[in-house]
């Protein structure tokens, strides 16, 4: 009795995995022939002055529009997308598509474009970068590179070699999700680093407690002291937004400031930035 039991489970635990894989390998499928298909679109999210209240910064978010099951969240699809190395051309067309839709805005705003471990690894990186920004005719210095803690952590000699090589183009690079990982402050020395962003869950436990706006402050100060900037991300609100200006940080982004939204939108965007400004 006990024994059929426990065979039913695994059967119904290997239906379960069957069903999954084919989810998952379906995906792979799908997402090889996305690119061609033009299923990806770049929505853009202001990164603000708190002080000013000016956009600097546009950052890339990348959607995938799927056929049948409509618009995927990066989340779900980068890992699979590093996983097969499909993210080597996806990350070259979101580096050109990103530099074409900067070229339109106004010569002060930046763009920024998240980048993956994968991309350092095995993509020719400055090549594409160098590609990306003649074929858009935008100089170096409005575009922004983010990349996370653990880039820095693995492949350290390439990683700052190529690092400094892109920033001889006038690109800026940022640390995102900062906090989050084995944040060794050495390498805030050792890298050519122009931008942190402090992670949002820093940001969440702003008013509820006096250890994150410490936090929030010390890196602030830590940013003043290393000539970075400091960008807070998941602003949702204005307590949040006016804690972190108390404690100096230099920018914010966030659901309060506004929404990832498609590049046809951005001109509504500046206007509506520059109204409560
Ligand atoms: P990220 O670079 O840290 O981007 C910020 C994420 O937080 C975005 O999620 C954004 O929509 C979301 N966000 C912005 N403001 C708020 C807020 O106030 N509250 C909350 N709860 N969330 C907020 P999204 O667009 O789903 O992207 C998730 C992650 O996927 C990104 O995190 C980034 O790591 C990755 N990603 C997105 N686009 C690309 C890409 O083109 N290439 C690569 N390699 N990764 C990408
Ligand atoms: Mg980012
Ligand atoms: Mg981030
Ligand atoms: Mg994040």
Same mark, same amino acid.
């Given at each position: 009795?006990?024994?059929?039991?426990?065979?039913?489970?695994?059967?119904?635990?290997?239906?379960?995995?069957?069903?999954?894989?084919?989810?998952?390998?379906? %995906?792979?499928?799908?997402?090889?022939?996305?690119?061609?298909?033009?299923?990806?679109?770049?929505?853009?999210?202001?990164?603000?002055?708190?002080?000013?209240?000016?956009?600097?910064?546009?950052?890339?978010?990348?959607?995938?529009?799927?056929?049948?099951? !409509?618009?995927?969240?990066?989340? $779900?699809?980068? &890992?699979?997308?590093?996983? $097969? !190395?499909?993210?080597?051309?996806?990350?070259?067309?979101?580096?050109?598509?990103?530099?074409?839709?900067?070229?339109?805005? &106004?010569?002060?705003?930046?763009?920024?474009?998240?980048?993956?471990?994968?991309?350092?690894?095995?993509?020719?990186?400055?090549?594409?970068? $160098?590609?990306?920004?003649?074929?858009? !005719?935008?100089?170096?210095?409005?575009?922004?590179?983010?990349? $996370?803690?653990?880039?820095?952590?693995?492949?350290?000699?390439?990683?700052?070699?190529? %690092?400094?090589?892109?920033?001889?183009?006038?690109?800026?690079?940022?640390?995102?999700?900062?906090?989050?990982?084995?944040?060794?402050?050495?390498?805030?020395?050792?890298?050519?680093?122009?931008?942190?962003?402090?992670?949002?869950?820093?940001?969440?436990?702003?008013?509820?407690?006096?250890?994150?706006?410490?936090?929030?402050?010390?890196?602030?100060?830590?940013?003043?002291?290393?000539?970075?900037?400091?960008?807070?991300?998941?602003?949702?609100?204005?307590?949040?937004?006016?804690?972190? !200006?108390?404690?100096?940080?230099?920018?914010?982004?966030?659901?309060?400031?506004?929404?990832?939204?498609?590049?046809?939108? %951005?001109?509504?965007?500046?206007?509506?930035?520059?109204?409560?400004?």
């Amino acid at each position: 009795q006990a024994k059929s039991d426990g065979r039913g489970t695994y059967r119904i635990f290997q239906n379960e995995m069957n069903v999954r894989l084919q989810e998952r390998l379906q %995906l792979e499928v799908d997402l090889r022939q996305a690119l061609q298909r033009s299923e990806f679109e770049l929505f853009y999210q202001p990164i603000v002055n708190i002080e000013s209240k000016q956009i600097v910064t546009f950052e890339a978010l990348l959607r995938w529009h799927h056929p049948q099951k !409509g618009t995927i969240p990066p989340t $779900t699809f980068i &890992p699979l997308a590093e996983e $097969t !190395g499909l993210i080597v051309p996806i990350g070259d067309w979101v580096l050109q598509q990103a530099c074409r839709d900067a070229a339109s805005w &106004p010569q002060d705003v930046r763009v920024a474009v998240n980048l993956s471990s994968v991309q350092f690894r095995r993509g020719a990186l400055e090549l594409s970068v $160098t590609r990306a920004l003649a074929a858009a !005719g935008l100089h170096g210095s409005r575009l922004e590179l983010e990349i $996370t803690e653990s880039i820095l952590l693995h492949d350290e000699e390439i990683t700052r070699d190529i %690092l400094n090589r892109l920033r001889v183009l006038g690109v800026h690079i940022a640390i995102d999700d900062f906090g989050t990982g084995y944040s060794a402050l050495s390498y805030l020395r050792s890298f050519p680093l122009d931008k942190i962003k402090i992670d949002r869950s820093f940001v969440q436990d702003l008013s509820r407690e006096t250890s994150a706006a410490a936090i929030v402050r010390a890196i602030s100060e830590l940013g003043q002291a290393l000539d970075m900037t400091i960008v807070a991300e998941g602003v949702e609100t204005a307590e949040q937004l006016r804690i972190l !200006g108390d404690q100096r940080c230099t920018q914010a982004q966030g659901y309060f400031i506004a929404y990832p939204q498609p590049a046809a939108q %951005l001109i509504r965007v500046i206007e509506e930035l520059k109204a409560v400004a």
